[in-house]
């Protein structure tokens, strides 16, 4: 493997050679089109859209996280973070994916407001040993908001307003927002969410940062490896920026062939939170109802996530003989870093062949069956390695589908730095829960519940 890099595979993607993949001549001749969406990415550079990718070079953000790492890590013993969605999914990915065993801090995530989850863990954890990281780019997330009061009222119950103040963290905006506000009036420590940055983009900054550099994460290589490969990506050549060929080749399946349904499927048990981040990426970035220009089109990839070689035994039979509307990514290990062999089993002939085989070979040999019973039914999937799961690696993992996001953005003509569905969605919920001002979308939900024709009771 070249430079020990990061590796993406289309040659399964392109017909003739698979015959349901993306015509060959439409991928080459792709140059002209290509040149309008590096044209339009740059333009969203020089408007600032583009921030996630200055993150990796953001010398300050680095040395806040890393001095509040310092300063946490001699006090207590575990971190909690309290964040839902882009405040929570990266930072649950790096500390899955690399976090030393053990920990230099047990790190738990709060993101859903399941009461038995969050009774559970707060009765679970020792609070005297315990920093609470709450993230939040508006300060007003919903879901945070509601996690944040229960924290405060018990660390200020047991702690006073010293003891709770010293135990909690508040990532959000730096100059504005309600947390910002609370936290400057109750004396609470901050780290910069940055304002031109969004949340499913925030993973390198202090967002995703903190958590995983407490957690024992070597986040300097995390941000080398994020520079390699958005030096890779700085080229306007389609096949020669892995980026732009991700979102090229994701955009041709749609738009060719009709494989609307994007499947990354990851061969590491460690690699499960980031394909959780990446269906909340695609999602968000892609699924808009207007176009740039303001037209109604209602465009989107549906993103789907799924672990090998459990699979195998399940989605495997839908990809291979049902609906032909998916493209398959499957993201696979080299070295895992571990090594179990089954033992001999001479006296078990009916499994002999095993004896001896490494658990990484045969996790191996499960990819390479999906993939080879896709080819053969006519069925495209690409495949994404990495050399080994490390930090430097996931860096460039990270900033690949970021690049590829931004890059499928311009491709298809829409913002992929909004997201006008999910703030509806926030503005319903505000009303639900009372939020003066929001009464208006309240009432929506009221008169929508009135009709209750088609409602068994």
Same mark, same amino acid.
């Given at each position: 493997?070249?430079?020990?890099?990061?590796?993406?595979?289309?040659? #399964?993607?392109?017909?003739?050679?698979?015959?349901?993949?993306?015509?060959?001549?439409?991928?080459?001749?792709?140059?002209?089109?290509?040149? #309008?969406?590096?044209?339009?990415?740059?333009?969203?550079?020089?408007?600032?859209?583009?921030?996630?990718?200055?993150?990796?070079?953001?010398?300050?953000?680095?040395?806040?996280?890393?001095?509040?790492?310092?300063?946490?890590?001699?006090?207590?013993?575990?971190?909690?973070?309290?964040?839902?969605?882009?405040?929570?999914?990266? *930072?649950?990915?790096?500390?899955?994916?690399?976090?030393?065993?053990?920990? *230099?801090?047990?790190?738990?995530?709060?993101?859903?407001?399941?009461?038995?989850?969050?009774?559970?863990?707060?009765?679970?954890?020792?609070?005297?040993?315990?920093?609470?990281?709450?993230?939040?780019?508006?300060?007003?997330?919903? %879901?945070?908001?509601?996690?944040?009061?229960?924290?405060?009222?018990?660390?200020?119950?047991?702690?006073?307003?010293?003891?709770?103040?010293?135990?909690?963290?508040?990532?959000?905006?730096?100059?504005?927002?309600?947390?910002?506000?609370? *936290?400057?009036? %109750?004396?609470?420590?901050?780290?910069?969410?940055?304002?031109?940055?969004?949340?499913?983009?925030?993973?390198?900054?202090?967002?995703?940062?903190?958590?995983?550099?407490?957690?024992?994460?070597?986040?300097?290589?995390?941000?080398?490896?994020?520079?390699?490969?958005?030096?890779?990506?700085?080229?306007?050549?389609?096949?020669?920026?892995?980026?732009?060929?991700?979102?090229?080749?994701?955009?041709?399946?749609?738009?060719?062939?009709?494989?609307?349904?994007?499947?990354?499927?990851?061969?590491?048990?460690?690699?499960?939170?980031?394909? %959780?981040?990446?269906?909340?990426?695609?999602?968000?970035?892609?699924?808009?109802?207007?176009?740039?220009?303001?037209?109604?089109?209602?465009?989107?990839?549906?993103?789907?996530?799924?672990?090998?070689?459990?699979?195998?035994?399940?989605?495997?039979?839908?990809?291979?003989?049902?609906?032909?509307?998916?493209?398959?990514?499957?993201?696979?290990?080299?070295?895992?870093?571990?090594?179990?062999?089954?033992?001999?089993?001479?006296?078990?002939?009916?499994?002999?062949?095993?004896?001896?085989?490494?658990?990484?070979?045969?996790?191996?040999?499960?990819?390479?069956?999906? %993939?080879?019973?896709?080819?053969?039914?006519?069925?495209?999937?690409?495949?994404?390695?990495?050399?080994?799961?490390?930090?430097?690696?996931?860096?460039?993992?990270?900033?690949?589908?970021?690049?590829?996001?931004?890059?499928?953005? *311009?491709?298809?003509?829409?913002?992929?730095?909004?997201?006008?569905?999910?703030?509806?969605?926030?503005?319903?919920?505000?009303?639900?829960?009372?939020?003066?001002?929001?009464?208006?979308?309240?009432?929506?939900?009221?008169?929508?519940?009135?009709?209750?024709?088609?409602?068994?009771?």
């Amino acid at each position: 493997m070249a430079d020990n890099r990061l590796v993406l595979d289309i040659q #399964r993607s392109v017909a003739p050679r698979v015959p349901g993949g993306v015509p060959e001549d439409r991928l080459v001749g792709m140059a002209q089109a290509a040149t #309008r969406a590096f044209q339009q990415v740059a333009q969203w550079r020089d408007d600032g859209k583009l921030s996630f990718a200055k993150l990796p070079n953001d010398r300050v953000l680095l040395e806040q996280t890393q001095q509040m790492v310092k300063a946490v890590r001699g006090q207590f013993r575990e971190l909690v973070v309290v964040g839902i969605g882009g405040a929570s999914l990266g *930072a649950r990915m790096l500390c899955t994916a690399l976090a030393p065993k053990p920990a *230099a801090m047990k790190v738990h995530f709060v993101d859903n407001v399941d009461p038995r989850t969050v009774g559970e863990l707060f009765g679970r954890i020792d609070p005297m040993a315990t920093v609470f990281n709450v993230v939040s780019k508006s300060g007003s997330t919903l %879901e945070t908001t509601a996690h944040f009061l229960v924290l405060r009222d018990l660390l200020r119950g047991r702690f006073g307003k010293k003891g709770y103040a010293e135990r909690v963290i508040v990532t959000t905006d730096p100059d504005s927002g309600p947390l910002h506000a609370i *936290a400057e009036r %109750e004396g609470l420590r901050t780290l910069t969410f940055p304002k031109d940055v969004g949340g499913r983009f925030s993973v390198l900054s202090p967002a995703g940062l903190f958590p995983a550099a407490a957690a024992g994460v070597d986040i300097n290589a995390l941000l080398d490896g994020a520079r390699a490969m958005m030096d890779r990506c700085s080229t306007d050549t389609v096949l020669s920026n892995p980026a732009a060929l991700l979102a090229t080749v994701h955009y041709l399946a749609d738009r060719e062939v009709n494989r609307r349904v994007n499947v990354l499927w990851s061969y590491s048990d460690a690699l499960r939170p980031f394909t %959780e981040w990446y269906i909340q990426l695609w999602a968000q970035s892609l699924g808009k109802r207007l176009s740039l220009n303001g037209t109604e089109i209602h465009n989107g990839l549906t993103p789907l996530a799924c672990t090998g070689a459990q699979e195998q035994h399940g989605l495997l039979q839908l990809l291979v003989e049902g609906p032909e509307d998916k493209l398959v990514t499957f993201l696979s290990v080299l070295d895992h870093q571990a090594h179990l062999e089954a033992p001999p089993a001479q006296d078990v002939p009916e499994f002999g062949f095993l004896g001896g085989m490494d658990f990484g070979a045969v996790l191996e040999a499960g990819r390479r069956s999906s %993939e080879l019973a896709l080819q053969e039914v006519g069925r495209p999937s690409l495949r994404i390695t990495l050399p080994v799961l490390n930090a430097r690696a996931m860096g460039e993992l990270i900033h690949l589908y970021e690049h590829a996001a931004a890059f499928a953005g *311009a491709l298809y003509g829409v913002d992929p730095f909004d997201q006008p569905g999910v703030e509806e969605g926030k503005k319903i919920g505000f009303g639900l829960m009372g939020r003066k001002g929001f009464e208006p979308f309240a009432e929506k939900v009221r008169q929508s519940d009135q009709n209750s024709r088609w409602r068994l009771t």
